[in-house]
């Protein structure tokens, strides 16, 4: 229970304007590799820029990145 | 000669170095922004020529997607000399993913780390000499842009030709190295086309094309192994992608800096209203109707005048001095109906086409594409489709061939097949001359309106047809939404003017061949049997015609030259004018001629029916082909050629029908 005080969730539960930092990804092999080479990987500093009907809208060090929220939700992030 | 090959991400600037490398030197014209198949030009650098490859932009070089594999295959099969890899540097940490996938293949690489102007506006700091010393590779800076640093890069990369290569071990981890120990052994023992280190890393990864490779051409022993590490349900492929991940990370903590936060862009307040969850839609809808309209006073209108005008009055002066030297009948009526009054028909659309190319390049330079794909996203899902298809779609209302390659960036199978089937729906450039003449005929006053309803009717009809294929022929899930939405640029005109030449180019040339030969052919039906009258129904061509066109009755053009006309419009869609031309206003060398010839023979109604079944019904030969090609299937191939036909006709039909029962 180390991470007590430390706040998980997932990256479809941050709204408009929050940031988070990846801290795991809980998705098969295949998602995971093109989250990686589209820059989502663990330690990654990434600020929602939309999240209301449609994929969301990351920033990722100034680069904008779509993503549907299914793939999201399995994103893990701690603020 | 030698060959350099370039990779890299998508909008990291590759075709734009790539132009800036081979100037006017090279060849296949591209949709813009899309390298589809492999593009090659010549540069000649110290007396020495090369050959330059521009591979399609890629973020991997795994096996998940046609553009992947294409990429990878070069690399490996095609053996370049050297590869040069564009990163671009505002987006360096993701852009070297794929470079360190390149170096664990054991390839020459060098480094253009482009945009450099981009990255020092945003204060992103980069130590080249330490980056260079960590990767193991050349780095050059270039702004492809400016064409800077162009000849730095030819210098560098081909000195590196002749040099060994510079070696970085690629780190693993204890688990990885043990699991890679147990595989090479195994690989010794025979010859295989790709690096044996390499192997071992795909065969843990479980890369599905190298598996086959290997049950194919592996050992007995090391396909039981393969077999073994296949059956085993362990993270290491996890474990080798961040690996991977992790050599990028360490070496870009020690060379490269930015600023904590980046401020709100230009490109965010853009973003904000054209990504907005009201007003995406309309305003994309609003911006194609622009297009369109936009496309129709300039290209038909204004230019499209001048070039009837032109067309009008060397038809006149070639029927003049014809008649002067008495030239043999069979000789004037071939190049006065055939020539004049079929390829000429077409050519008088050139403008048009030309404009509409050049607003769709530079919706697509400007990175609105990214964004229409995004806001249709949602729509997309509902039907059961991939919001990525969008693309592929909108790419099509260029030319269908294109529009199908560019559906290689979808992974899903499912999603492949159906957005490969419906693109035919997008209205193609070449089916704008028909509507064209249609339009000038009996709607001259809507013409902008009646080009965008018709278009629009195309996309409904894909997402239609697309919803019930994703419920009977290719059921399951869509794979997940995930795209990058590059900053918007201004597009530089010297790309938007190549891509819209190339376009011309290759409409030029096929009016010169395709058609001139459905038309000369028909032409030769039309005066056939000899003594007919030509292009009567008495001719073969008639005879034809009129075997065919009662299946057209119901939707109200039961001509036998309307039958024929569509029958020709299979071998290219712009032969369907060419043989309106040649069968209604025969004896004729004015382009104008043949509006007013049709006003007597469609009404406003069997004109619309017309025009929708030429939007539906069978796609031209090109596209055909190349579904069969994407498909690696004849099935499906012959399956889009009748399926279309069928929507087609039952369309036409409906709208015939009820058209009539409303009273127009």
Redesign the interface.
């Known amino acids: 229970m180390e991470n007590l005080y430390i706040e998980q969730s997932s990256l479809s539960s941050l709204k408009k304007g929050e940031c988070g930092k990846i801290c795991g990804i809980s998705a098969g ?11 989502l ?3 990654v500093l990434v600020k929602i ?2 999240n ?4 969301l ?1 990351l ?10 929220k ?2 999201a939700s399995k994103i893990i992030i701690e603020r | 000669m030698d060959t350099i090959a370039l990779v890299g991400n998508p909008n990291s600037g590759k075709t734009t170095l790539f132009n800036a490398i081979t100037g006017s030197n090279q060849h296949v014209g591209n949709w813009p922004g899309v390298t589809v198949e492999k593009k090659e030009g010549k540069v000649k650098y110290n007396n020495k020529e090369y050959n330059i490859v521009d591979l399609p932009g890629t973020y991997s070089l795994g096996a998940f997607s046609e553009d992947e594999i294409v990429a990878r295959d070069f690399i490996l099969k095609g053996n370049p000399d050297v590869v040069i890899n564009v990163i671009d540097a505002t987006n360096i940490e993701r852009n070297l993913y794929l470079t360190a996938q390149l170096i664990e293949m054991g390839t020459k690489v060098v480094l253009a780390l482009n945009m450099m102007d981009e990255a020092k506006a945003k204060n992103i700091e980069i130590d080249l000499d330490k980056l260079s010393k960590e990767l193991g590779v050349p780095i050059v800076a270039t702004i492809a842009s400016k064409k800077q640093g162009i000849q730095d890069l030819l210098k560098s990369a081909t000195e590196y030709i002749n040099y060994e290569k510079m070696i970085k071990p690629f780190t693993y981890t204890e688990r990885i190295k043990n699991e890679l120990e147990s595989i090479m052994p195994l690989l010794s023992d025979s010859e295989y086309i790709y690096p044996k280190n390499w192997l071992a890393i795909k065969i843990l990864e479980k890369d599905k094309e190298i598996i086959n490779y290997i049950d194919k051409n592996g050992t007995e022993n090391l396909k039981n192994k393969v077999n073994e590490i296949q059956s085993i349900d362990s993270d290491l492929e996890l474990e080798i992608i961040d690996n991977r991940y992790n050599f990028v990370g360490d070496i870009l903590s020690h060379s490269v800096k930015r600023p904590a936060e980046d401020q709100l862009s230009l490109t965010d307040k853009i973003d904000k209203i054209v990504t907005d969850k009201f007003w995406g839609i309309p305003i994309f809808g609003l911006i194609m109707f622009i297009v369109f309209q936009l496309t129709f006073t300039i290209g038909e209108g204004f230019l499209g005048g001048l070039v009837e005008g032109l067309i009008g009055t060397l038809g006149k002066y070639v029927e003049e001095v014809l008649l002067n030297i008495s030239a043999p009948t069979l000789l004037t009526s071939f190049i006065i109906d055939g020539i004049f009054g079929g390829v000429g028909a077409v050519l008088v659309f050139v403008p048009l086409i030309v404009v509409l190319y050049f607003f769709l390049g530079i919706l697509e330079d400007t990175g609105y594409m990214a964004r229409a794909a995004y806001v249709m996203d949602g729509i997309m899902r509902k039907l059961g489709l991939h919001g990525k298809t969008f693309i592929s779609m909108i790419i099509g209302f260029g030319c269908n061939v294109p529009g199908i390659m560019a559906t290689r960036t979808l992974e899903n199978k499912k999603d492949r097949m159906i957005a490969i089937l419906i693109n035919p729906f997008m209205s193609c450039g070449a089916r704008i001359p028909i509507y064209m003449l249609f339009i000038a005929a009996f709607f001259p006053n809507n013409g902008g309106l009646v080009l965008f309803s018709l278009y629009l009717l195309g996309i409904i009809m894909a997402l239609v047809v697309g919803k019930i294929f994703s419920k009977t022929l290719f059921k399951g899930e869509s794979s997940d939404f995930i795209m990058e939405l590059p900053p918007y640029r201004l597009p530089s005109i010297t790309s938007v003017l190549r891509n819209m030449w190339d376009k011309v180019w290759d409409f030029l040339h096929r009016a010169g061949t395709v058609i001139f030969v459905v038309v000369s052919l028909l032409w030769v039906l039309s005066i056939l049997p000899y003594g007919v009258e030509p292009s009567s129904q008495g001719s073969y061509l008639g005879k034809i015609g009129t075997v065919v066109a009662p299946i057209f009755k119901p939707a109200g053009f039961g001509s036998w030259q309307a039958a024929v006309s569509l029958f020709s419009g299979i071998a290219a869609k712009e032969a369907v004018v060419g043989v309106l031309g040649m069968v209604y206003a025969a004896g004729s060398s004015d382009p104008s001629a043949l509006a007013v010839e049709l006003q007597s023979i469609f009404t406003p109604l069997t004109a619309v029916s017309f025009m929708v079944m030429v939007l539906f019904y069978t796609p031209c030969a090109a596209t055909i082909a190349t579904v069969k090609k994407e498909t690696n299937s004849y099935k499906w191939a012959i399956f889009i050629s009748i399926y279309t036909f069928i929507i087609g006709w039952i369309s036409a039909v409906l709208v015939y029908q009820v058209g009539t029962l409303l009273g127009f």
């Open positions: 092999c295949n998602s995971r590799s093109r989250l990686c080479e589209l820059g990987n663990k330690g820029v939309k209301d009907i449609g994929p809208i920033n990722i060090q100034g680069h904008k990145l779509a993503i549907g299914g793939l």
